[in-house]
């Protein structure tokens, strides 16, 4: 089982980012798949989750129009598509399998400038 996000990077307040989260050794069809996030000195917090009937998913209420999480299943990868982001949203992006106690991956960095 691996997960391996991408697609971070810096972007300026208001911009857009794409992170991807492309998994092995496993459906992502098969599992509750999440966005993580956690900010220097701050707790890891849950950004989106999508189950394994995609027409659900749910959302923070900080990021609740702005982020959308959607999953390939073709490409067995889970998106975050992150819209008019803040500054607030700096921190390292976590992509999470419910596989067990939990599966994650390494992290992306999101840097937003004011």
């Known amino acids: 089982v691996q997960l391996v996000e991408s697609g971070g990077g810096l972007v300026q307040t208001g911009g857009s980012l794409r992170l991807s989260c492309a998994a092995s050794?496993?459906?992502?069809?098969?599992?509750?798949m999440s966005w993580y996030r956690q900010a220097p000195g701050r707790e890891r917090e849950l950004v989106a989750a999508?189950?394994?009937?995609?027409?659900?998913?749910n959302y923070a209420d900080f990021v609740k129009g702005r982020f959308t999480i959607s999953r390939d299943n073709a490409k067995n990868t889970v998106y975050l598509q992150m819209n008019s982001l803040k500054s607030e949203d700096t921190a390292v992006y976590y992509c999470?399998?419910?596989?067990?106690?939990?599966?994650w991956g390494q992290g992306t960095q999101v840097t937003v400038s004011s």
């Open positions: 999470k399998a419910a596989i067990g106690l939990g599966r």
């Open positions: 999508i189950r394994t009937n995609s027409a659900y998913t």
């Open positions: 050794g496993f459906t992502v069809t098969s599992y509750v």
